[in-house]
């Protein structure tokens, strides 16, 4: 075999190890629900797409050993599932305020099955997962992900030792980011969470001969459902300015 060809398919083989592992966790593009032929084929057309770009950071390594390529195979591996697990991290926000709402307007026993998690999912959080899902792809949003991939290859250089003080260090701020951004979401339904049961307990305190809570209900629902309607706009707008934000700057700082 000529030794560029072997060259150029060790290239591909590097770049792959960690855009296809990456591929594999992103969200939307990761879920269960592609099916894995999809998401090989668009791993391989996005490495070869981006070989051209990728190829000064990662040509210095093609004369290496065997042994130091199977190392280096195995650190493009962990460090490309690690970036996938990140943006998954922060896109499950959008899950997570879903799943408050539910919470607060007494939808928590209302579960489907969410291929994303591999289980039961509250029903207003994967419809809230959907929408930003949906909102992602309209504002292309997925663009930022090929970016952040092509800027980790800076951060993240091929062939150094793998930071895990800095895997932690992104985890955690990443997992408070998230949850953050969940509560302020869903903050308008907190706080109508607190005023339908504050009301409720007054007149259950005024009136203890009535049976509010079959009466609540249903208007705990209705409320709840009537105020999502309303605000729902303004939650997937700000879900993706945050989520185009976070992706901007998105390990930038180690």
Request: net charge neutral.
């Amino acid at each position: 075999m000529p030794p560029g060809l072997v060259a150029e398919a060790t290239l591909i083989l590097l770049l792959f190890a960690r855009v296809g592992s990456m591929i594999m966790l992103m969200p939307m593009l990761g879920d269960d629900s592609v099916p894995r032929q999809i998401r090989l084929l668009l791993a391989l057309g996005l490495t070869v797409s981006l070989s051209g770009i990728l190829k000064p950071s990662v040509a210095p390594l093609l004369g290496a050993s065997e042994i130091q390529l199977a190392s280096l195979l195995l650190t493009e591996t962990v460090t490309g599932l690690a970036l996938g697990m990140l943006a998954r991290l922060f896109f499950q926000a959008a899950v997570m305020a879903g799943s408050i709402v539910s919470l607060q307007v007494g939808l928590t026993t209302a579960l489907v099955f969410d291929p994303a998690l591999g289980g039961q999912t509250p029903l207003l959080g994967k419809l809230v997962g959907l929408g930003a899902t949906l909102l992602c792809f309209t504002l292309g949003l997925h663009g930022w992900w090929f970016e952040a991939l092509i800027r980790s290859y800076t951060c993240f250089a091929p062939g150094a030792p793998i930071p895990a003080a800095d895997w932690a260090s992104l985890a955690v701020t990443t997992a408070s980011q998230a949850t953050a951004l969940a509560i302020a979401l869903a903050a308008p339904f907190l706080m109508f969470g607190i005023l339908f049961n504050l009301a409720l307990g007054i007149a259950g305190r005024l009136a203890p001969s009535i049976q509010f809570f079959f009466i609540a209900q249903p208007l705990m629902i209705a409320g709840g459902i009537a105020l999502l309607a309303v605000t729902a706009p303004a939650m997937m707008a700000g879900f993706a300015d945050a989520y185009r934000e976070w992706m901007a700057g998105a390990w930038t700082g180690v």
